[in-house]
C-alpha cells in the first residue's frame, strides 16, 4: 500500500501524488457503496497496479471539505477584496471571515485594484487594513504590476493547501494568473460564462506553487451561514474569543444579555464597533434561518 495525496480529479480518475511519484488512480467500488467520493486534497492510501496506475483502499479523515470547488483538508484561504469596482466592502469582508474560520482555515486577506483606486478609497482600504491587521489578520495589498506584493503573498503558500475566494470581480484569475503565469486560466470570471449547471463536467485540481499546493478553482460559493450555530457565531470572530467565556451566562449570545463580556469590550473600545455590529448582524440572519430537519 502507497500513501498519497490526490491533487487532481477527473471523471472519475483521481491523480494521487506520492514519494513514488504520480499515480493515476480509481476509487475502489466499495466507496460507491458507502456513498464516499474521494476528494482532491484527501490523504490516501492506494494499491499500484503498474507503473504509473493503482486504485485508492482507504481515504483518511478528513480535517475538513469543501462543497464548491470540492476539497478536503484545505488549511489556508486567500479572501481576494478589491480596493474598488466593486467598493471595498467590510461586512462582506467578515462574511467571508466568518466562513473561512469556521471551517478551521487559517484566512489571508489580499485587497486588489489599488492601482485601480482613488485617493480616498486608498485611504479607506489603508485604514481597514490596519484594523483587521490589530485583530491578528494578515492583509496584504496588492497591484497589478507590483512584484513586491507578489513576493510577499508567495510566501504564504509553503506547506500549505489554499484555495482562493471572494466576490465576483475582485481579480482572483488575475491574481492566480500572476502567481502562476504558465497556468493562464480564463479571467472575465469563468462561472458567467460556463453557467451554473455545468461546473461538474469541469475538473479541480490542486497546482504546486512555491511549495505549496494551491486550488485552481476559488472556493466559498455559497456565502450563507447554513451550517453555524448562534452560539458557535463569536468564536469566528477572532477578537472575540477571548471575551466570550468571562460572560456571565453560559451560552451568552453577546446580545441582549446582561453582564456580557464582549458588550463591555466594545464599549472599552476594545473589540471594534463595526465588527460587533457585522457580528449582530450575522446572528439574526443565524436565528431567521429555518429549523433544519
Ligand atoms: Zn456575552
Do not use: W
Not at 481515504?59 to 478536503?72: D, G
Not at 480596493?83 to 486577506?109: G, Y
Not at 477571548?242 to 453560559?250: A, D, I, L, N, S
Amino acid at each position: 500500500m502507497i500513501e498519497g495525496r490526490i491533487v487532481k480529479s477527473l471523471s472519475g480518475f483521481y491523480t494521487v501524488k506520492s514519494d513514488k511519484g504520480l499515480f493515476t488512480c480509481k476509487g475502489r467500488g466499495v466507496f460507491r457503496n458507502q456513498n464516499i467520493t474521494p476528494l482532491v486534497g484527501d490523504f490516501v492510501l492506494f494499491k499500484k497496479t503498474d507503473e504509473q496506475t493503482g486504485y485508492i483502499t482507504k481515504i483518511e479523515a478528513r480535517k475538513n471539505e469543501l462543497i464548491r470547488p470540492p476539497i478536503a483538508n484545505v488549511t489556508q484561504a486567500i479572501i481576494v477584496h478589491s480596493a474598488c469596482q466593486p467598493t471595498f466592502n467590510p461586512l462582506l469582508l467578515d462574511r467571508f471571515l466568518v466562513l473561512v474560520e469556521s471551517e478551521q482555515i487559517s484566512p489571508m486577506i489580499v485587497i486588489t485594484k489599488l492601482d485601480l483606486a482613488s485617493e480616498s478609497e486608498i485611504d479607506r482600504v489603508n485604514q481597514f487594513k490596519s484594523e483587521y491587521e490589530e485583530i491578528g489578520y494578515n492583509v496584504q495589498l496588492f497591484s497589478l504590476h507590483e512584484e513586491q506584493a507578489l513576493t510577499s503573498i508567495q510566501r504564504f503558500f509553503p506547506d500549505e493547501v489554499t484555495v482562493l475566494t471572494g466576490q465576483s470581480g475582485v481579480g482572483k484569475s488575475t491574481l492566480l494568473n500572476r502567481i502562476r503565469p504558465d497556468l493562464s486560466i480564463e479571467t472575465g470570471e469563468i462561472s458567467k460564462t460556463l453557467g451554473r449547471g455545468k461546473h461538474t463536467t469541469r475538473h479541480v485540481e490542486l497546482i504546486e506553487i512555491n511549495d505549496g499546493l494551491v486550488a485552481d478553482t476559488p472556493g466559498f460559493s455559497s456565502l450563507e451561514f447554513t451550517s453555524i450555530e448562534p452560539e458557535q457565531l463569536s468564536l469566528y470572530f477572532k477578537e472575540m474569543k477571548e471575551f466570550v467565556h468571562q460572560c456571565k451566562f453560559r451560552g451568552c449570545l453577546h446580545h441582549k444579555e446582561p453582564q456580557c463580556a464582549v458588550k463591555q469590550a466594545v464599549k472599552d473600545e476594545e473589540i471594534n464597533s463595526f465588527r460587533y455590529e457585522h457580528y449582530i448582524k450575522f446572528l439574526q440572519e443565524i436565528m431567521l434561518r429555518k429549523p433544519r430537519y
